[in-house]
């Protein structure tokens, strides 16, 4: 959950998605500019921090960057638990790991915190020649469950920066003070609020 002060503000952020879709390289290229073309699969997840300014806010991402492997699915709640937002990652040459994306989504909508950002990734947007989801499909099904989608690239950097900077955009820069438990606040007349004692 993000949460703030100052204009600080901490948010958790999740990659969820398929083997291979590319989660860890959207997360390298956002974090340290960088990409490598045969990385191997995540084992469990990864954590890493990134600092982005956006108006007149820091906003301070803890990503989590799960596994694919269908064997570390158990461990998926632990890391969206709480998250402000999920960046969902579909490979765009890969119909599976699209069908695997919204699998993802439905489990969120049902499970995950429900003010959650949700964003699509449509990666590896730069082997175009070997599409295999169309984009307005990927558009259509994105605006019908209400998810921030882009096409993006790790390995050219295409709209990878935008991705993030977007879903910092998106957090709410002021949070509500959390109430006590059973706590319930009343609107009464200011006179009587400050003479009042208190917890009768
Ligand atoms: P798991 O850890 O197995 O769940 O996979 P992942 O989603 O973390 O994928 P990863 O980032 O490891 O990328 C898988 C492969 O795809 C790697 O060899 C990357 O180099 C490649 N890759 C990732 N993003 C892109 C991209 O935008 N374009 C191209 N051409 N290749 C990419
Ligand atoms: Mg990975």
Redesign the pocket.
């Known amino acids: 959950m993000a949460s703030s002060g100052n204009n600080n503000i901490n948010a958790k952020l999740v990659l969820l998605?398929d083997?291979?879709?590319?989660?860890?390289?959207l997360v390298l290229r956002f974090v340290k500019g960088q990409?490598?073309?045969?990385?191997e699969?995540?084992i469990g997840a990864a954590f890493f921090l990134q600092t982005v300014a956006v108006n007149d806010a820091i906003v301070k991402f803890e990503i989590w960057?799960t596994?694919?492997?269908e064997r570390y699915h158990i461990l998926a709640p632990m890391y969206y638990r709480g998250a402000a937002a999920a960046i969902i990652?579909y490979d765009i040459t890969d119909q599976t790991s699209f069908d695997r994306a919204k699998k993802w989504v439905q489990e969120l909508q049902a499970q995950g915190n429900p003010n959650m950002i949700m964003a699509l990734a449509r990666?590896?947007s730069?082997?175009l020649d070997a599409r295999k989801v169309a984009a307005e499909q990927a558009r259509t099904y994105a605006k019908e469950n209400n998810l921030f989608s882009m096409e993006?690239?790790?390995?050219t950097a295409n709209n990878v920066n935008d991705l993030f900077y977007e879903i910092a955009n998106s957090i709410p820069l002021l949070q509500p003070a959390p109430n006590p438990t059973g706590m319930v606040l009343v609107d009464r007349p200011a006179d009587r609020a400050t003479s009042a004692s208190c917890c009768s």
């Open positions: 998605g083997v291979g879709a590319g989660k860890f390289s990409f490598i073309e045969f990385q699969s995540t960057d596994a694919g492997q990652v990666n590896k730069d082997m993006t690239s790790a390995k």
